[in-house]
Nanobody, 123 residues
Framework: QVQLVESGGGLVQAGGSLRLSCAAS????????MGWFRQAPGKEREFVAA????????YYADSVKGRFTISRDNAKNTMYLQMNSLKPEDTAVYYC????????????????WGQGTQVTVSS
C-alpha cells in the first residue's frame, strides 16, 4: 500500500513559478512509476508528467513541455514538479499518482492517488 500527499500549491501570478512535492509512504517507492495529473473545473483529469524509477526517463504533456520539470528523490520517497512560466490555463487541482505497471499516460494506469493540491494562476 502506498499513501501519497501533495503539497506546494497556491496562488501565483502568470509568469511565476511553483514547486509541488509528493511525499510517499510505504515500501518500494523506488519501484513505482510516478506521475502528475491535473483537473480543472468541469474538465477531465489530464496527464501532466511522469517519471520512471531511475529518474532518467521522463514524459510530459505537450502543454507543459519546456515549462515543467518532474523529478524524484528515491532516498526521500518524494517526487517534485517544478512549474515555471505559469499560465492561467494551468489553474487546476494537481494530483500525484503511483503505478507499479509500465504504462504512465492515463488515469487508469495508476494504482494510488494523492488528495490533490490547488494551483491557481492569475492573469
Amino acid at each position: 500500500q502506498v499513501q501519497l500527499v501533495e503539497s506546494g500549491g497556491g496562488l501565483v501570478q502568470a509568469g511565476g513559478s511553483l514547486r509541488l512535492s509528493c511525499a510517499a509512504s510505504g515500501r518500494f517507492f523506488s519501484s513505482y512509476v510516478m506521475g502528475w495529473f491535473r483537473q480543472a473545473p468541469g474538465k477531465e483529469r489530464e496527464f501532466v508528467a511522469a517519471i520512471r524509477w531511475s529518474g532518467v526517463d521522463t514524459y510530459y504533456a505537450d502543454s507543459v513541455k519546456g515549462r515543467f520539470t518532474i523529478s524524484r528523490d528515491n532516498a526521500k520517497n518524494t517526487m517534485y514538479l517544478q512549474m515555471n512560466s505559469l499560465k492561467p490555463e494551468d489553474t487546476a487541482v494537481y494530483y500525484c499518482a503511483a503505478t507499479y505497471g509500465s504504462s504512465w499516460s492515463m488515469v487508469t494506469d495508476y494504482n494510488y492517488w494523492g488528495q490533490g493540491t490547488q494551483v491557481t494562476v492569475s492573469s
